[in-house]
Each structure stands twice: as C-alpha cells, then as structure tokens.
C-alpha cells in the first residue's frame, strides 16, 4: 500500500512537544500504510524571529516552511516508491514549497487540511506538477486563517490563501472541497481543525487518498 507522510502545521516545538498525541494519530485513521511523520521546528521564539528581520513569530515560521519544503523536495527524491501526503495549515506551504519543481517527483495524492499558503503560489506549482492530485479543503469560517494566514503573509497587507479562498483558475488536478461555513463549528478556532477531527469526514478522506472520490457535481463534504 502507499506510504503517507504526515506533516504538521505552525506552533509546534518539536523538541519539547509531539504531534503525534493531538493530530497524527487521527490522521492515521484515514492515512494510507505506513503512515510516517516528517516532523518540522515550526515554533520560532521571538528572538529568532526579529533577529531575521520578521516582527511576528509566524512571519517568520513561513520562511521556515519553504525551507522545510526544499528539504523534503530531497528526501522526496530519494524515494523509490510514490507516497500519499497529508498536511494541515503551515504544513501546506512546507509541501507545495517542496513540489514547486518540473522534476518530476513520487508523489500520487496531497490532502491539504486548512493550508496556509498563497492561492496565487498553489495555482502555479500545481501546474508544475499535472501527475499529483490536489485535494485542499477549504473553510471560509476559519477565523484562524482570516488572520494568521491572510493577514500574517510576510510583505504583503492581504493575501489569499487556499484554506480559506480556494485556489481559482485550474481544476484538472487541483480539487477544492469546500466545508461548513460560520456557526457550524464547536467554538473559535476549532474550525481551523474540525475538518479532520470530525469522524464523520474519515470516510471521504480514505476515498480521497484511495483515489477513489469524486467531488462532482456536487462535493460530499459533512459539516
């Protein structure tokens, strides 16, 4: 069976705190065999941060994602095997950063929970890559997104991202689910991660990573 990755998204200090407890494990009741972590130092301090020229610490967690995503851009070369991915938030920038390439690269289906990362970026690379499919679920009540993703975009005032707008433009491989909408969802911010804590939705997910689902005509996505 596909191997899938698991990559997390911001405000993870990976050496005092694991994924695996609050997320992963979630994940692997949908993921596809082996279900393997790429762990990545998401939580910069604030030092860090100003002392490379960004004022807040996800400005500067956004630089370190696509740094994260050239490494596994090698890592992903190395495979031989093609791999299935799930990621969450920042997470998506750390692997549409590592697929912006024409190499080709052993990657079959990207599951995006909620990403933060340009739509602008995303409608590019994932015409650099026409063999992957995208599936990003989009959340327009994602009030963490409206402000740590849109707003916190280093160098710009405003800046669309694909967990919260979609991505316009190319819908050959690229596959925006869109869920829920303001009140459905238990409290703010959980609607930044309900989309894949609801036991409902584990059922789409694995015809996602399958290969098997179809969003049309109409998406079969659960509140």
């Given amino acids: 069976m596909t191997a899938t990755l698991l990559i997390h998204g911001y405000n993870w200090d990976i050496d005092t705190e694991d994924p695996e407890y609050k997320q992963y494990w979630f994940?692997?009741?949908?993921?596809?065999?082996?279900?393997?972590?790429?762990?990545?130092?998401?939580?910069?301090?604030?030092?860090?941060?100003?002392?490379?020229?960004?004022?807040?610490?996800?400005?500067?967690?956004?630089?370190?994602?696509?740094?994260?995503?050239?490494?596994?851009r090698q890592d992903l070369l190395k495979r031989k095997e093609p791999v299935n991915i799930i990621c969450h938030s920042l997470g998506a920038r750390v692997v549409l950063q590592a697929l912006k390439?024409?190499?080709s690269l052993p990657v079959k289906r990207v599951?995006?929970?909620?990403?933060?990362?340009?739509?602008?970026?995303?409608?590019?690379?994932?015409?650099?890559?026409?063999n992957i499919e995208f599936y990003s679920v989009v959340v327009k009540a994602d009030g963490v997104l409206r402000w740590f993703g849109g707003l916190g975009t280093p160098g710009k005032f405003y800046e669309n991202v694909i967990g919260l707008h979609g991505v316009k433009g190319n819908d050959v491989n690229w596959h925006d689910l869109f869920l829920g909408a303001a009140g459905d969802f238990p409290g703010w911010g959980s609607d930044h991660n309900w989309s894949w804590r609801n036991p409902a939705n584990i059922p789409i997910w694995k015809e996602v990573l399958a290969g098997k689902f179809s969003n049309t005509p109409t998406p079969k996505i659960l509140d």
Avoid: K
């Avoid at 995303?122 to 015409?127: D, E, L, M, R, Y």
């Fill in 111 to 130: 599951l995006i929970f909620n990403g933060s990362e340009s739509s602008r970026n995303a409608s590019h690379i994932c015409c650099l890559q026409p």
């Fill in 101 to 103: 390439t024409s190499e």
């Fill in 27 to 72: 994940w692997r009741l949908f993921a596809t065999e082996p279900a393997i972590p790429y762990n990545w130092q998401s939580s910069p301090t604030w030092r860090d941060s100003w002392r490379n020229g960004r004022v807040h610490r996800y400005h500067r967690a956004w630089d370190m994602a696509a740094d994260v995503g050239l490494a596994l």
